[in-house]
T-cell receptor, first 113, second 112 residues
Framework: GESVGLHLPTLSVQEGDNSIINCAYS??????FIWYKQESGKGPQFIID?????DKRQGQRVTVLLNKTVKHLSLQIAATQPGDSAVYFC????????????FGGGTRLMVKP | DSGVTQTPKHLITATGQRVTLRCSPR?????VYWYQQSLDQGLQFLIQ???????AKGNILERFSAQQFPDLHSELNLSSLELGDSALYFC???????????FGPGTRLTVT
């Protein structure tokens, strides 16, 4: 069935480098996408979202890129810090009413000092 | 701190039992969502309420039910518990459907 997935289960980066976490989605009807960060023992924390009428959105040190042609979503973290170490999930809204988010399997980001 | 509160933080119970998980949304949020996170299934949407009414259902078992009360807090009831129900249960809230969802700290349920 259709699903949201991730290319890399674990990403290891050096402190100060930029990180890129990728996500593929398969439902072309999805129109809202969100990135969440989950630290050990905590609930998912909203990072940034993007709607399908945009291809790029920037936050503080984070940028989300949406490529609808190839159904690909990415999260870029600039100047990665040890506090960025966590599992990152992409999620898509499939029902056009914001009622149901479908989550990907997650990517673990490890930041080396 | 997201502003969403969940109780209890941990729950250990036996198979066949029934438990109730409680969630208080962020102030001003009318929509509440329940998710289950297990190692083999990841984060799965269970059910959503908006201003007291059920709005969407995901992969929620018939043994599970939920409701949202007039004060907007929500409860998730899990009955006839099985070992496979052991998981983290998260509540999230948003001001309305279609807006960003903020997650609570979760309830860790262990069924023995």
């Amino acid at each position: 069935g259709e699903s949201v997935g991730l290319h890399l289960p674990t990403l290891s980066v050096q402190e100060g480098d930029n990180s890129i976490i990728n996500c593929a989605y398969s439902n072309s009807a999805s129109d809202y996408f969100i990135w969440y960060k989950q630290e050990s023992g905590k609930g998912p924390q909203f990072i940034i979202d993007i709607r399908s009428n945009m291809d790029k959105r920037q936050g503080q040190r984070v940028t989300v890129l949406l490529n609808k042609t190839v159904k690909h979503l990415s999260l870029q973290i600039a100047a990665t810090q040890p506090g960025d170490s966590a599992v990152y999930f992409c999620a898509e809204n499939r029902d056009n009413a914001g009622n149901m988010l479908t989550f990907g399997g997650g990517t673990r980001l490890m930041v080396k000092p | 701190d997201s502003g969403v509160t969940q109780t209890p933080k941990h729950l250990i119970t036996a198979t066949g039992q029934r438990v109730t998980l409680r969630c208080s949304p962020r102030s001003g949020d009318l929509s509440v969502y329940w998710y289950q996170q297990s190692l083999d299934q990841g984060l799965q949407f269970l059910i959503q309420y908006y201003n007291g009414e059920e709005r969407a259902k995901g992969n929620i078992l018939e043994r599970f039910s939920a409701q949202q009360f007039p004060d907007l807090h929500s409860e998730l009831n899990l009955s006839s518990l099985e070992l496979g129900d052991s998981a983290l249960y998260f509540c999230a809230s948003s001001v309305a459907p279609g807006y960003e969802q903020y997650f609570g700290p979760g309830t860790r349920l262990t069924v023995t």
